[in-house]
Every structure is written in C-alpha cells, then in structure tokens.
C-alpha cells in the first residue's frame, strides 16, 4: 500500500475557534471537577439524567424567544428539520419532565453534566464549548397545592419551613458542598441572593411604575459595572425620570447588606423625601420585611458556612425566574459569577406539562477550572498511578507482558456470576533497558506503590520479587501467590 | 408575572430522531458502561483523552474522502467556517497526535469516550447519537526504525516479540478484558482476526491480479452475509472472470479455521487445478504461512481467555488499515460487531504528523447495550444507593433538615488543606408522614444501609436511634457522635 501524505492545511491542526483539546492533564482535571459534581450530586440524593446534544431549533425558542438562535450552532437534518446544539439544558430537562410527569416520583431530584455550545465570541471564562453541572428540584409540594404531601400522606404539613424553602436550601447547599470539595470557603466565594417577587414588591411600593418593572430589572442588572457616566447613558436610554433616576444613583451607591437593611435605606430615604408608599394587592413595607426577614432566617440557619447576601443587583434574565434566585461569585479579583440559578415555577407548564413549582442551577466548568488554577486548589496528581509496575530483567518480553495481562484482568466467577477479585493497575517500561536500577526509577515516577521484579536466578525458581516503593522493603514471593501478596500489600 | 403557556407542538415533546433521553435509569446503565470502560483502559495504563464535539469539516475528508460528507451532521460558525459533528474520534486523535507529536513521551497509550454523531438512517444498533470508546496505541518502537528502544536506550532488542505485536495484542487484551468485566465470556463473543499484508499477498499469490485487489476486498466483505443468488449478482457486478468467481465461492464456503489452515485449503484447491503460484517479491506459500503461524502463536500464547480466528471477511474499509485487523462480534443471534480495530501506521503522517505506527480499536455503546440487556448481564441495581435515611418523627422538617445537610457535607481541614470526612450519601423522605413504620419502609426501598431516627423522646436527650437495616439490630447514639458512628458501621 502507498504512503498517501495528505497535504493538511494549517487551520486543520488546531481545534476550531472557541474548542479546546484535552490532552491527559486536561481530561484528568476536567474529569476531576466531573466527579466531584456528579458525587456531591448523588450524596445530596439527587439522580443523573441527561438528552440529546442537539434538539428541535424551535425547542430553545420556547423559553428564550427568536433571539436566542444567533447564539446558536444550528443546522438541518436529512429530513429538512431544523436542529440546534443545546446553548444550555433547561429546555431538554423540561422537556424530558413535560414527557412522562404522570409517572415520575415526587419530587423530582436531578442532575446532570452536559457539554453546552455557544455560537458567540470567545473570550476568558467564556468558551463556545463547554461542560456545565445542572441540578433541578422538581415538583415539592407547594402550599398552594396543600402543604407537605406530594405522596398522598394525610398528616399535616410541618410547621416550619415551607416546602419550597426547603427545596431552595437543598439546592444552595449542594452547590456550596461542591465548591468546599473543591477546597474553596468563603474566603473565596460570595452567596449573594434576591427575590423577584420581593424585589418587584418593594421597588413598586417605592420608586418603579409597574409598567417601567421590566426597564428597572434590566437597570439593576447593570448598575454596578458600570461607572458614573455609563449609568447616567443607561438612564437616559431607559428614559428614566429625575426621581428614578436619583434612587437608581442611590442603589447603586448602597453597599452589601441584608435584605432588611436594604429595604430600611430605601424606607429611610423615603421618609426623607416625605414620599408615601405606593400600596399595592395589600403590600405593606411591614409584610414584605416579614418574608424578607423569615428567608434570610431560612437561609442563616441552615447551617451553610457562609452568610447569604442579599443583592438587589442578582436578576438572572427577565422572564424563566419567578421568586428567589442566586448567584455564587468569586470573591476576589473579578467577581465573576461561578454559579447561579433560582426559583422557575412556570418553566414546566412553558414546555406543554403540568404546573410543577421548581428550582436549580447550573455552575461551568470553564470558569471553575480558572478559579482552582488561580487559587492552586487543583490536587497536584490528577493522572491516574499504576498500582504496579512491572521491573523486567529478562531477555524476552514474553514472559512479563504475560504477567502484565494476567494482573490486569479481573477474575470472573462464572458459577456466581460475580467479580471475585478486581483486576489490577499494571505498567511496565516500554525502553528497551533491563537495568533494574534505572526501570525501578521509572517505577517511582509513574506513581506506583508496588514494583515487582522479574530476574533471571528468582525467575528460574518461580520466584520473583515484590518491591513496597514508599519503605523500600522487599520480599520473594512464588509466582503463583503473586495477586495474593499485591492485594495484601495494597490493603495496608 | 402572568402565566405564560407556551404551545409546545407534539414533535417538540419526543428527543431529535435517532438520539435517546437518558432518565436516571437509562443514564445509571450508560455511567456503568463508561465506568468500565474506563476502568479498564486506566489500569491497561491508557490515559483519557477528549477533543472538541465538532471539527472543520475539511478534517473529516482527510481519512474518508469527499463521500463521508453526505453522513455528517454538519453546520457554519459565525466565521463562515464549516464544522461537523464528529462522526468518529480518530481525525481528532490524529490531528492532536500530529500537532504535539515531537514533545509527547513514547509510546501514547491513549483512551477516550467521546460521544458521536451520524445522519444516517437509525436501525436496531445504530443511532444518530451514541458512547464511542477508542483505544490507541502510537508510536511503540517499530522494527524499521531499530529494535524495541523509543526512548534511546543502548541494549538490544528483545528477541521473543516484536514491538508492533506487543502493542497489538495490548489493545486486543484491553478490549477482551473490558468484554469479561461486563460479564460477558467466550460463549458471548468472537474474536475473528485479518491482516491487510498477509491476505493481499495470499490474494494475489493464488487468484487475484493485483489490479483487482479492490475489488476483492469488496467482495469478501460482503461474501458471508449474501446468500448464493446475492453473491453471483456481486460477481457479475464486480465483473469477476470464471476462475476468480470460482474461489470466491470456495472460500464463501469454507469455514472458520485458523490461517495456516486455510491458507492450506486454498493451496490444496491450487493444487487440484495445477495452477501454480504467483510469485511477487519473493513472496512464497512458505514464508507467507510462517508469517501467519507466528501472529497465530502471539495470539494463543498471550493468555487471552478465547481462540482468535482467522476470517478473511475482516475487511474494516478500503484505506486506512495497513497490517493486523480485529474484529469481536456476537458468538449467538445475530453476530452484531461488538468492537473493530487494527494497524494504521499511516494515519498520523496523513494528518501532517511523523511517521508513526499505531494500532486501535472502537467500541459503541449501542450495541453493547442491547447485548448485555438481551443476556441479563446488567447489574440489577444500577442506580446509587444513599448510606444513611433518616427518618423524622419530629414534628419540625428544621433539625432533620439540618442533620441531613451536616452529615452529606465533607469535613475540610483548612490547616492542612485536605479533605478529612467524605460527606455521605443522605436521603430523607419528603412526604408528610411522621409514622416510624412507614419511613423505615421508604428507607429500605431507597437501599439505604442505615437508618437514623429522630423521635421525640431521645431527641429531647440529644438521643438519636441508628439502624442497621441489614440486620436491624439498633443502638442509641449521641448527635454528637452520629457522623463517626455512621463511618464506623458503614466500615463493617
């Protein structure tokens, strides 16, 4: 057969724009943060799913509109439909819910690790492929749905936390249980929290006609990264009036607090202007600081290690959440958002099922990855070690590459259709060499704890030797009892 | 915020053609599949790679030409450029070989799981979507460049094996290993073995010009799957003379056999014919058969579980493969190709690398998946299991709450920077029940190992009940000591 060199162009050698490539150190710190994601998930009781890499372009319109599609990677199957890579994984899991919610178990606790595409510009922290950890809590039993009862047991609701709270918590503390696995406290990261329904309550009852909510929620949003004259551009853009004007001016000037001090500042600056509230369905500044007050109790006393900061700034998007959202960033340096997510009541009902309250989030693992370099929180060893190598002072590779495939095996019972002994991580050298003392050199950098040693005068004997790499020790050991000992001495 | 429903079209309910929604059923079998698949790859010592989901597409016709184009899902970035979904892993393994080729220690022992697409029509066993593990052999020391010394070492060649078979049979064994853990065995599958060099010399030796090699391989591969009517069409279509049709029937009918056998059948068939051999390159009926015995010899001696047999229909493609191939296809029902692989020593310098020899084998998850379905090979328990259940007979969801939060938290030790206790796996039951009995029911279903109780009267006492529900022998336990008594009867 001729050798056919293909002339390849150099466009060819790299990933596409905004892609990345995973060598092993890559994968072995990408399947790192995936693990730890996947086991905090499964210890907090939550289920893994996952959908296609694509779905129906139309799909993504459903919760985001027609603007959505030029963030998308879009293209046509052979049967002319249009298809879309998933930009995110709210829309499959709603659609995977709207499915079968007759049959599924309440509540519905998962989560999944899906890699999301992004048609828009690359930039640091923001990749057009990427990984991201979703985790949703489904269908707890509201209070309108008449208390703690999804399963038809007729005892009372209990008489404290409501369910949503309670599914709310079970969310922030997942998220916060990952990022101390991670090595990162709060001496890293900020919970900062808000309200829609809350924050809609109080910003009408102060300063904001109902019908400007939307131009209010889109100012809070920009507020604080933007200087002096960029918000004075945005008001006037938003065509805000002197008196909105002042109290944006006002928020923007307002430090971190909880949501109690910051309703006061704005009830006190009131007060100054001699300005009413605006009372609205039989909100009172009284009522809203009665829930403000119980959920930031809620969250203070769930035993999550860090304070919980109201951020009036937090609005995650207009339309999806409809009560309480958060957002996890880092706290030093750029403050860029790590995770964040909330309350969606409506979404399932959105995608054609049933009227299921629920909440979630999602956290990437782009930014994720830069913050544990930055922060050196990576464990130094991620590439998997050999539990042992192979020292092979033979003439031939016959007889070591034999034991190598025997180690590695597992042993199968077949009467018992069970594993009775895992099979083992084996190396050897693949350098010509048969000096032991350089091979055993080797063996210490690949990271293996035992070495076992072929030599001609034990090999004749049916011997060979079994090296402990950490104390050095050694001892003979009869082929034939060789898993045995490696088992024995890996248990210790 | 009103309720806005969208109108979700009945097609956008159901995941794309040819893809799969993986709920926590599905999703637990695909994990298991990808865990073993790793597991064994890692202590083969292979290292996990991963690339991007989508390349230029121009990256897909270096290897399959312009054709591969009209089964590729494929799409234009903002950019203008055009991408695909990957349809195989092997253009981006060879692209991401050839760009770090000089700087990457030898060999590269390489393994990754990527997920990949095609637009072809779905059929039992193959979906538009599906789990692809490859394993990749590169760059071992070839004969060519001078003995078994990649990394320069000074002795001599080892005499038994050489280094290309050593990393044939590596990947062989990898692959059976991953079969057997599976639980599948010899009864389960075949390993039916070809090599490019040997048959074209065989071919050309006995019946077939050479410039109808093409043609020959063509119809090989088809041969045993047509029936008698079926296959004089292919002959008449590939314009076979008498005599060539003549031996391909003959071969269609011999059986499974080793190669020096059948290599023997042929010469015999010769023989009664007086043809006489057809000598190239020095090329006899002698030392072809000493060449096959030694690769029959590797493959007996090398421990593995199963005979591999000879089948001259393992054609895997016209380019591509350039020596040893393999195939492991279904022993019962339908003989569906489990995993396929061989020599490629020419792929890497077609992607603008070196020159390097290099062998691999793929296996999907689809058919896996019905095969061990079909055969009741996967475990029956596939979805985790948490450690503990508590059970509230309290009157407040506060206190459970914050036990379940406390005990899935892992201890981080911030003096020492590691993590000190693996937090646990906890679940608790979100009906409204307080009846012990009930709970303990749900706790057993939930395949908890322990069961913590929270009742009234210890409670009061800082008293909670721990249950081995094994067993169910029980024991009082202070909430204080709870977490290292929990670790110490999971230990047992």
């Keep these: 057969m001729a050798t056919v060199k293909a002339q390849v162009d150099e466009s060819l050698r790299r990933p596409p724009k905004g892609t990345r490539d995973f060598y092993p150190e890559e994968m072995a710190a990408r399947r790192y943060i995936e693990d730890v994601w996947r086991r905090v998930s499964i210890r907090h009781g939550f289920q893994e799913i996952d959908g296609p890499t694509f779905e129906a372009l139309d799909l993504y319109k459903v919760k985001s509109g027609d603007e959505i599609v030029s963030q998308l990677f879009s293209f046509i199957d052979r049967g002319g439909r249009d298809l879309a890579l998933r930009p995110e994984f709210t829309p499959t899991l709603a659609r995977m819910v709207a499915a079968r919610a007759a049959g599924l178990p309440r509540p519905i606790k998962w989560f999944s690790i899906p890699r999301c595409y992004r048609a828009e510009q690359p930039q640091k922290g923001r990749l057009r492929e990427f990984m991201q950890w979703n985790v949703d809590f489904i269908g707890e039993a509201s209070e309108r749905s008449g208390g703690d009862k999804p399963a038809g047991a007729g005892t009372p609701a209990r008489r404290d936390w409501s369910p949503a709270e309670r ?9 916060v249980d990952a990022l101390r696995e991670f090595g990162l406290d709060e001496k890293d990261f900020r919970i900062g929290w808000n309200h829609r329904q809350l924050l809609t309550d109080v910003l009408v009852g102060v300063f904001v006609p109902r019908e400007r909510l939307a131009s209010a929620f889109y100012l809070l949003d920009r507020l604080r990264k933007y200087n002096q004259a960029g918000r004075e551009e945005l008001y006037r853009q938003q065509g805000c009036a002197a008196r909105e004007r002042d109290y944006f001016e006002f928020i923007a000037q307002v430090g971190d607090h909880s949501f109690s001090a ?11 202007e001699g300005a009413a509230w605006r009372s609205e369905a039989g909100v009172t500044p009284e009522s809203i600081r009665e829930r403000g007050v119980k959920l930031e109790q809620h969250l203070s006393q769930s035993g999550l290690p860090d304070p919980c900061w109201f951020d009036c700034s937090i609005v995650r998007g207009l339309a999806y959440y409809t009560g309480w959202v958060f957002e996890i960033t880092d706290r030093q340096g750029e403050s860029r958002a790590i995770a964040g997510g909330g309350r969606y009541d409506q979404l399932i009902e959105m995608f054609g099922g049933p009227s299921l309250p629920a909440v979630g989030f999602g956290m990437g693992d782009v930014v994720l ?24 002072a033979l003439e031939d590779s016959a007889p070591a590459d034999r034991l190598v495939l025997e180690l590695r095996r597992s042993q199968w019972d077949e009467a018992r259709a069970q594993m009775v002994r895992p099979g083992l991580g084996v190396q050897q050298s693949y350098r010509g060499t048969r000096n032991i003392g350089k091979l055993l050199q080797e063996a210490a950098a690949s990271g293996a704890k035992l070495a076992v040693i072929l030599a001609p005068n034990e090999w004749s004997r049916n011997l060979v030797r079994l090296k402990n790499l950490a104390d050095r020790s050694e001892k003979e050991v009869f082929l034939a009892d060789l898993p045995a000992a490696i088992h024995a001495a890996l248990a210790t």
Tied chains: 1, 2.
Excluded: H, T, Y
């Excluded at 910051?262 to 100054?272: D, F, H, S, V």
């Excluded at 830069?370 to 092979?392: E, G, H, K, T």
């Design 167 to 175: 599914a709310e918590l079970e969310c922030l503390a997942v998220c």
């Design 369 to 392: 990855e830069i913050l544990l370099r930055d922060r050196a929180r990576l464990p130094r060893r991620l590439l998997p070690s050999p539990d042992v190598f192979i020292v092979n």
């Design 262 to 272: 910051w309703l006061e500042q704005l009830l006190n600056k009131m007060g100054r």
